[in-house]
């Protein structure tokens, strides 16, 4: 148990990106996302313009380059998935060394890198100026739907405590069981898939209850109103930054 | 007195056969505090459910303030009647604190700004508002319990059921508890396994067992009965003597 501000994701500060609404800042993720996806493959100057522009807000958020960088590491498996593309892919090739490497696949594995990089830069902003509630929040204040909202909520809140109930029976097995056989323990867990599956099943059940108990007619009420200032006009001059960026590598490609 | 809840006769009997309640009957006048006792089993969850129409019991019938449980009052009784559950998880199920105690008064489509007024009322009253905008999950245990009363009392209930109030709860966070429920002056059902805290609040007990009134009367006199006590399995900590100490 740890204090409020506690979310693995987040990053405690009270820069100008923290103080903004929660609201402003998905916008400004997904419309980054969206420059960084329409940019062409083989305009290199433009994911280097893109991440400059990703370097200010990392900026403005006050956030140390160590942690924004551990905090990249989340992409990881699509860095291994784009390494491997150079290998796979048809010709033509080029040599470097002893190795021959697919020149569209070594394309493709830049356009995963920089793109995959730059996006998840994006949402690591947003994550770590952002606590989880106010993300949601955000979104109610978008108009998502509030059922995709309130499964994202529950799930959210959900995971910590199953998570803590299945260490709980994992502890409780390996506290009696001492070594186990391979098969023994594919058995042990399986049946361990069952009772959490169980036991979430009658979670979600008396949860419902407590809904019913309190009025719930099939709508979750909505956040309220933001307490943060939603200041667009920075962020979408940040946003037309990039869009600029994306539009020029599109004409000059 | 005038009662203010009233049940009268009420049978339930589970879809697999098991007999949960058989013609329970009882009621709570206003202000009172009622502890309601009984070993594992004795049907007392199934009671504070039947309450409130979440399982609908085959005969028997329950009034709060002169409101008759069926359908068409559901919204009206479960406004009435506040339950608060054994688990906090449970109970908590919103992002934040502030919106898990505005969750019942939104449901009752109250204007914002009334939502809000009621909100912060609850929070104050259980003292919990400085962890208003806290996640559930970083709560204490004292903490979520008194969240979860607050996210009751936000709809302004005649009468507070709660379901185990201090399991789980170390020592001072029982005491601290019962501290909290003395100060609320809600009508309140507590539902228990905790005798100390049954004579320390409530001048009055129910004992169910079997899905059956077996004893309803002062809490102190009830403790004191060897024979009753044994008969229904309940047993007071080791070495604690109703005799000698002040009940209510």
Redesign the interface.
């Known amino acids: 148990m740890s204090g409020v501000h506690a979310h693995a994701l987040h990053y405690h500060g009270h820069s100008p990106v923290h103080r903004l609404a929660s609201e402003v800042k998905i916008v400004a993720m997904f419309a980054f996302v969206a420059a960084v996806i329409a940019t062409p493959t083989r305009e290199v100057w433009a994911f280097g313009a893109l991440a400059a522009i990703l370097a200010v807000a990392v900026g403005l958020a006050e956030l140390p380059t160590a942690f924004f960088l551990k905090r990249l590491s989340i992409e990881l498996p699509f860095v291994i998935f784009a390494l491997a593309m150079p290998f796979v892919g048809v010709g033509p090739y080029v040599e470097v060394g002893s190795l021959s490497l697919s020149v569209p696949g070594l394309w493709g594995a830049w356009n995963v890198l920089a793109k995959a990089t730059l996006s998840v830069g994006a949402s690591v902003v947003l994550s770590a100026t952002t606590e989880v509630p106010d993300i949601l929040a955000g979104f109610d204040r978008l108009r998502a739907p509030r059922l995709l909202t309130a499964i994202a909520g529950f799930m959210i809140r959900y995971l910590e405590v199953v998570v803590s109930e299945l260490g709980r029976v994992r502890t409780a097995i390996a506290a009696r069981l001492g070594n186990l056989s391979r098969r023994q323990e594919a058995a042990t867990l399986a049946s361990v898939a069952g009772t959490m599956f169980i036991r979430a099943y009658e979670r979600g059940e008396r949860i419902h209850q407590a809904m019913l108990a309190r009025g719930y007619r099939g709508t979750i009420p909505p956040a309220a109103t933001p307490a943060l200032p939603a200041r667009w006009a920075g962020t979408v001059a940040w946003i037309a930054a990039s869009w600029v960026v994306a539009a020029a590598a599109i004409l000059t490609s | 007195m005038t009662a203010l809840l009233e049940v009268e006769d009420l049978a339930y009997t589970y879809p697999d056969g098991t007999r949960a309640l058989m013609g329970v009957s009882f009621s709570v006048a206003e202000g009172e505090r009622v502890a309601l006792l009984g070993p594992n089993g004795a049907g007392k969850t199934t009671l504070l ?1 039947a309450l ?1 129409g ?1 399982v609908e019991a085959q005969s028997g019938e329950v009034r709060v303030g002169g409101v008759t449980l069926e359908p068409e009052t559901y ?1 009206e009784v ?2 009435r009647i ?2 608060v ?1 054994q ?1 906090p ?3 908590l ?4 604190v ?2 898990d105690v ?3 008064p ?3 489509g109250l204007p ?1 700004e009334e ?2 007024s009621r909100t912060k009322e609850a929070l104050a009253a259980v003292g919990m508002e400085e962890q208003a ?6 709560l ?1 245990g004292g903490e979520a319990r008194r969240a979860a009363i607050a ?2 009392l936000s ?1 302004r209930p005649d009468v507070l059921v709660l379901d185990e109030p201090t399991s789980n709860l170390d020592p001072v966070g029982q005491r601290e508890l019962a501290e909290l429920l003395e100060t609320l002056d809600t009508t309140q059902l507590i539902v228990t396994h905790d005798l100390p805290l049954a004579l320390r609040l409530c001048p009055r007990s129910i004992v169910l067992n079997g899905g059956r009134v077996a004893a309803d009367g002062p809490t102190a006199e009830l403790l004191s009965d060897a024979a009753l006590m044994a008969a229904n399995r309940l047993e007071l900590p080791y070495g604690f003597d109703p005799g000698t100490i002040a009940g209510r």
């Open positions: 459910l409130i979440i919204p479960r406004r506040g339950v559950f688990d998880d449970d109970q199920f919103m992002p934040t502030w919106r505005a969750f019942g939104a449901n009752l914002a939502v809000e905008d806290r996640a559930p999950h970083h204490s996210t009751v709809m």
